[in-house]
Every structure is written in C-alpha cells, then in structure tokens.
C-alpha cells in the first residue's frame, strides 16, 4: 500500500517537475537565453508567474480537500463559503472608486476577510449544522455577486474589464512584490493544515464521534476553517478567481491516494500546483500572442479531463 | 468501585419543549454490564448522550471516575472510554484498517510514527471481532452487520475502561445480534470491561445484562437484576402493552413474550370458560357440601 503511494508521489513529482520546465520554455515569444531580454523575460515575468501559480495552485488544491472534509460535503470548494464573492466585491469597489492596481489585493483580501467573518460569526453563535452553513456561504455568494453586476451596470465599460479579467482568474499579476509577500501567507497556513490532517481525517466521521475519539472538536475545526479560509483569501487577492482547481484536484487525487488526509494534502497540493502551472502555460500559447485568463482553462480543460476520467472508470462513485 | 456516576441529571435539547431526562440518579460499579432499556421516547439515547459527554447537563453531574465528564479533555477521556453510537454518517470511505486506527488517536502523540504496539492492537482488535479479512476493504462497501463490527472493533482499539453502546444491534438479523453481544461480554468478563448499553430488546438486555435500568419518561422507574425489572407488572406499567413473562429454559433468566390482540382475545375467553367452570365447582362443592351436611 504503501509503496504504490510513494510511486504514485513520485510521478506526481515527475510531472510537476515537466510542467514547471513547460511553462518556463512557453509564452508570446521565443525564449532565447543567451540573450538579455530572453534572461530577463525568464527570471523577471515568467519565473515569478511559475512561482506565483505553484502557490495558488497548490493551495487551493489543498484548502478545496480541507473544506470538503470539515464540511463532511465532496461538493465543497475553497469558495463554498462565500469568499470569491466577497473579493470579488472587495475589489469592484476598489477599481470603481479608483485606487490603482496594485491595491487590488488589499480590497480582495479585505472582502474575502469580511465574509469570513461574517460566516464564522453567525455560524458559531448559532451553531450551524453543515449544509446550514454551506447554504448560508451559497446565499452569500449570490448576494455578492449581485452587487457585483450592480456596480457593473452603473460604472463605465473601461473600468469594468479589469475586474471581468481579474474575476475569471488571472496569474499574469505576478509582480515582485506579490511574490515576495505571498509565500508568507501560504506557506506557514499550509504547513499548520499539514499538520492537522489526522485530526482532519477524524472530523469527517462528525464532531460527537470526533469527541469521542479524543479529538478536540471546535477548536480543531475552528483552526482549520480560519487557516483554510485566509489561505484562500490570500489566492483570490493575488490571482483573482481561479475556480476548479479546489474543487476537482481532491476529487481526483482521492481516487488515486484515496481518503486519508495525511496523503491527501500533500499530494492535492503538489497535483494543485503542477495543474495550474500547466494551465497557464497553456492559457499563455494557445492564442498566442494573446492570452487567455487561466481560470477558463482550469475550467474547460480541467472538466474535459476530469469528466473524461469519470466516464472511463468503472465506478461511478465519485470516491 | 462506582467507575460511573450520575446524580439528580436533568438535560434536554430544546429549553422551550422542555427536559427529555427529568431527573436520573443511578451508579455503575466497575466490570459492570448495565442495560438500559424503556420505550421509545423515554430518553434512552439523551440520556446515553449525556453520559457519553456530548449534551451537557442542565442539572445533576455525570461524573467518570468523581470527576465531572465535562471537566475532562477529549483526549484524556477518549483514551479511557469509548463510545460507540446509535448512527454513524460516514461521508469518505476509509480502509477499514484506517478507520480501526483512529481509534488509536487518543493514545497517540502529534508527531509519533505508529508503533509496534498499535499495530499490535490493530491485529488483535481485527481477529477479535473477526474483521481482519475485511481490512483492506473500503468502509462504505461493507454490510451493515460488518459495518458495525468494525466500529466495534475501532471502540475496541481505544483499549477504554468503559464502553458505551446505543443500539449495537439495530438493523443486524439474529445471528449477528448474538455474535455482537457475545464479544461485548466476553470482554466485559476477560477484561472486566465495564460496559453501558442501551436497547431496546428486552429479551437480549435480560441474557446479556447484569443491571437493568427501566426508564420511563425521563425518569428511572425500576433498576435492579433482571427478575427484578424484567416483571410483566412493570413491563405492562411502562410500555402499556400486554406481555407474559416466563423463564429463559437454560438460563432461568426472564423470557419477555408479547401478546398480541387476537392472543388477549383467547386469553380473555379462556379465562372466561375457566371462570364458568369453577363457578361450576365451587356450585358443586357447595351443593355437595350442603348435601352432606343435609345427611
């Protein structure tokens, strides 16, 4: 059992590794490294974006299997809860009131923070069963996305294709100092998510049984929710809405590593990251010299594959 | 020694519908086996949720050990009592060997490989309640009398001093009813295990249970040993339902069996016909004594 993880570990490497090297070799223009543009093109836009994609990849992977395991529901995803609706607010009304793009992160972090908030209050006051709480994030979702269109329909054309571009998910924001800053809100989160994925794997069976099984069940849920739920609110302030990923990665790695999150979250993580590196490499050339906003790709191409995975096999069990 | 003790407990769910379990005071001693049995509504399972730590108390204590169950962590608690519910959702398919293993959680520190010793009691765990050939499978695809076994088998794992159980047999036909409960008191003999079950068979809680606790709308209305609860006064009292008692033929423990209308019916001629023919006697008597002293 344990040796056909770690092969299956090891050729997830293999492939993140290929499609590191892809995306750095592919874009608008020839790489030439002998050249000083070519050098500057690889270490000053592409590089970054590769780093920038391998984060937001790998955690939205990762976040998407945590919320689907604390909310005991495989059709949870990092933006279950509301907060791609609320950063996507956060960020129209940043763009229509004028601030200039470099602090589109702040309003998107600002939002997404603001719905968590809100979620997380209401629910622990008044303990909210899970589809209780999965349909409170859904209703927030539209509301947001209402008052969205609301700004839309009131601002000018020119404004608004910024925020359609951001909004449909977008890695070409990776700039110097996103990418300085970003890691210090991933990484640490992750490496906490890592670090509960027993107390994780307990938590599926339900919060009583998780008592009983020694586990300290609020806490434990309340630590995994406000690390999962900043970590994706740092993705969507960076890369916009890249939807997907979160939610089909899982899916597809529980297939293969099956349920245990201790494997689960490393390698959703490592599939996450190699999957929208990948995407991007893709969203970059397939126009070129164009370039499409990733988050349609994750989500014709990610459901291409995925439903074509489906239909092979032979159960029709999504676990 | 009491390992258990609940004294003047009254708790609910829902302060405007009001108390479920009204007031209950009752101790178990170590290396018990205690059944706790009533109708449908009496508040078996709150109550069995109370004791197990998930509803707190609204009045009264449940004390583990003379301590408060509530002051007592998860982890601590977990690694000397399981508990084993009525209900399990279980929404991601583990591997029956993980799913055992997270019965070691409790004894286990965050950053500790598995050790021999849990590996071990996986082992055992799995033969005890014959689910080691299952232990590769997926739980989801499992029956629901292997399911069961292999929750057991997880409580089991926790090596716990106390075991609490809601309906261990529900929903399993004969065979495994009796093969659950054997293990139970097996352990509860070899391991002097001290064990709490709820159920609602009666006959089953009479062969397999030392103590008995009959409740009946949030109180306790009898406890004592089965010839002592198991009477079809109080059966009749409680349930209000028409049963007859006899003696289990092996083991001369109490034998609930219920009577149904269409038996009352006969019953009731029959005992009418009886009547008629005494009447006839005590006449006969009567007349013959007469008769006699006419002489």
């Known amino acids: 059992m344990d040796k056909k993880r770690l092969r299956i570990f090891i050729l997830l490497f293999v492939i993140f590794v290929v499609s590191i090297i892809v995306s750095a070799f592919s874009g608008a223009s020839q790489l030439k490294l002998d050249t000083v543009v070519g050098k500057d093109i690889l270490w000053k836009i592409r590089i970054p974006r590769i780093v920038l994609g391998l984060l937001v990849g790998g955690a939205l992977a990762c976040c998407g299997a945590v919320f689907q395991g604390l909310l005991r529901n495989p059709l949870a995803e990092p933006y279950t809860l509301g907060i791609s609706g ?82 449909m998910g977008d890695l070409s924001s990776a700039s110097d100092y996103l990418i300085r800053i970003i890691p210090f809100f991933i990484l640490p989160g992750l490496g906490l998510l890592f670090v509960f994925s027993s107390e994780l794997n307990i938590l599926t069976l339900g919060e009583e049984k ?9 806490q434990v849920k309340k630590i995994l929710f406000i690390t999962a739920s900043f970590i994706t609110g740092a993705c969507v302030a960076a890369s916009g809405i890249i939807g997907f990923v979160g939610l089909i990665i899982p899916h597809f790695m529980r297939r293969i590593v ?28 397939i126009i070129r010299p164009l370039e499409l906003p990733v988050g349609v790709i994750t989500g014709i191409f990610g459901g291409v594959f995925f439903l074509s995975f489906l239909l092979k096999s032979k159960q029709w069990e999504i676990f | 020694m009491n390992i258990l003790e609940v004294k003047d407990l009254r708790c609910g769910y829902d302060c405007e519908r009001g108390a479920v379990i009204k007031d209950i005071s009752f101790s178990v001693r170590e290396g ?17 949720r109370a004791v197990s730590g998930a509803l707190r108390p609204w009045e009264g204590n449940v004390f583990y050990k003379d301590k408060e169950i509530c002051r007592i962590g998860p982890r601590d608690f977990a690694s000397q009592v399981a508990v084993m519910p009525q209900m399990l959702e279980i929404t991601f ?40 050939s299952l232990r590769r499978r997926k739980i989801l695809e499992l029956s629901g009398g292997e399911r069961q076994r292999v929750l057991l088998a997880q409580a089991f794992a926790q090596e716990p001093q106390l075991l609490l159980l809601d309906e261990p047999t529900l929903h399993l036909d004969i065979s495994h009813q009796v093969q659950i409960l054997d293990l139970v008191r ?11 079950m ?5 006959n089953l809680a009479s062969s397999y249970c030392d103590h008995l606790l009959l409740l009946k709308e ?66 006969r008597t009567l007349s013959n004594n007469t008769e006699s002293t006419e002489e």
Not at chain 1, 158 to 164: K, N, S, T
Not at chain 1, 259 to 264: N, P, Q, Y
């Open chain 1, 86 to 167: 609320a950063a996507a607010l956060g960020v129209t009304l940043g763009v229509t009131s004028g601030a200039s793009g470099i602090y589109l992160p702040v309003f998107a972090f600002a939002g997404s923070a603001f719905s968590v908030f809100l979620v997380y209050s209401v629910a622990a006051k008044k303990r909210f069963s899970n589809p209780s709480l999965i349909l409170g994030g859904v209703i927030l979702s539209f509301l947001f996305s209402s008052l969205v269109f609301l700004i839309f329909s009131i601002s000018k054309a020119e404004d608004i294709h910024g925020v359609m571009l951001w909004l």
């Open chain 1, 210 to 218: 998780a008592r009983h099984l020694g586990v300290n069940a609020e």
């Open chain 1, 258 to 285: 099956g349920v245990d999150h201790r494997a689960l979250l490393p390698v959703s993580c490592i599939a996450g990251a190699g999957f929208l590196v990948l995407c991007d490499s893709i969203a970059r050339t």
């Open chain 2, 32 to 48: 018990e086996f205690l059944g706790v049995i009533g109708p449908n509504g009496a508040g078996k399972t709150t109550l069995f």
């Open chain 2, 93 to 132: 398919s583990f591997s029956v060997e993980e799913f055992v293993l997270m019965g070691r959680f409790p004894h286990r520190t965050r950053f500790s490989a598995l050790r021999e010793k849990d590996l071990a009691i996986l082992e055992e765990v799995l033969r005890l309640t014959d689910t080691f």
């Open chain 2, 186 to 196: 097996r352990l509860n003999q070899e391991k002097s295990l001290t064990v709490i």
């Open chain 2, 198 to 202: 709820v159920l609602h068979d009666l």
């Open chain 2, 218 to 283: 949030g109180k306790v209305f009898k406890q004592g040993s089965g010839s002592e609860v198991l009477t079809y006064q109080n059966i009749e009292e409680v349930y209000k339902t028409v049963v007859v008692v006899k003696q289990n033929p092996i083991s001369h423990k109490p034998y609930v069996l219920l009577v149904s209308e269409e038996e009352q019916m006969m019953r009731r001629k029959l005992n009418n016909t009886e009547r008629r023919w005494e009447e006839k006697e005590t006449l």
